[in-house]
């Protein structure tokens, strides 16, 4: 990634409707295999769902921390796999200037992102709310018996 930004490639334009910088498909690979497939934001309520589509692809989204359109890195520590709740929180949401640095880091530590331990340690995990949680049960039971399981075990070891 360092010789494909020393070599320029981060500043190549792609023809749009406008004109974008262009994204290395590699970066994003990266940023996706570093997650093992879960939402890379601590704070996610559920990082472990299946977040795959009906063919297995991966559902996550990989973002930049930095807008990539306003010269944010096209590098995977500059990167973060999110599942797409935690993507328009970042991106769209009232305390994305927070959330966005909070996230930097665990772009650049590849095991920050599994770490929730340490969030909850230093008093950043969120309050659950009520809301928040009819919105779990009703994503739950819209899964299959076999992830549902897994979610629910997931979300016993994490918040017990």
């Known amino acids: 990634m360092e010789k494909r930004e020393a070599d320029g490639r981060h500043e190549q334009r792609a023809d749009t409707a406008g004109i974008r910088r262009a994204r290395d498909r590699e970066a994003r690979e990266a940023a996706l295999l570093r997650s093992e497939g879960r939402c890379e934001n601590p704070w996610c309520l559920l990082p472990e769902l299946p977040y795959r ?10 973002d930049h921390i930095d807008d990539h359109a306003r010269g944010g890195r096209d590098h995977p520590s500059a990167m973060i796999a999110l599942c797409p709740n935690c993507h328009a929180n970042k991106t769209r949401g009232a305390g994305r200037a ?8 665990v772009a650049r530590e590849p095991d ?7 969030a909850r340690a230093t008093g950043a995990m969120p309050p659950r709310s009520k809301a928040v949680l009819e919105q779990c049960a009703a994503l739950l039971a819209s899964l299959d018996d076999a992830d549902r399981n897994r979610a629910l075990a997931s ?3 994490r918040f017990g």
């Open 53 to 62: 589509t009906a063919a297995g692809g991966s559902l996550l989204e990989v």
């Open 98 to 105: 927070a959330l966005r640095e909070r996230l930097r880091p």
């Open 155 to 157: 979300l016993t070891d």
């Open 112 to 118: 920050a992102a599994q770490d929730s331990d340490a």
